[in-house]
């Protein structure tokens, strides 16, 4: 899963024209992503996603931050989606480098059309690449 995910991450970002940059994606469970939720958004739920900014620059590479995706979320939305655990955590994936670029779709509004727009063209591109 790793080197897909790696594969997902570098056409996400090149459908973007980002270049020289960094991210790290961690997988984990529902129980971690509800303690991590808690303690950076004040939620005491699990959720999906969850995106952590850097954006510093770091040996000629601008670091965009972390993102973690819970799999016990991912599994039980891809069946209410009614697709595969492999789309929904692209999707995710996808989700969490929208936000790291500075998107918020919590704003509602313009901003909200923008992030969902984005995602889908991202969504597209790595569709029709893979």
Not at 74 to 92: I, S
Not at 98 to 104: K, Q, S
């Amino acid at each position: 899963m790793k080197r897909v995910l790696e594969e997902w991450a570098q056409e996400a970002l090149s459908s973007l024209g980002l270049k020289g940059v960094e991210l790290s994606i961690y997988i984990t469970d529902d129980s971690e992503i509800q303690e991590l939720n808690k303690v950076y958004r004040g939620k005491d739920s699990p959720t999906d996603v969850l995106s952590f900014p850097i954006n510093e620059i770091f040996n000629g590479y601008k670091i965009l931050g972390d993102i973690v995706i819970s799999q016990d979320t991912a599994e039980r939305q891809a069946k209410e989606f009614g697709h595969t655990l492999e789309e929904e955590v692209r999707r995710l994936l996808v989700h969490g480098i929208i936000h790291l670029l500075g998107y918020d779709h919590e704003k509602g509004g313009e901003e909200e059309k923008r992030f969902y727009s984005l995602e889908s063209y991202v969504l597209s591109r790595l569709s029709n690449a893979l």
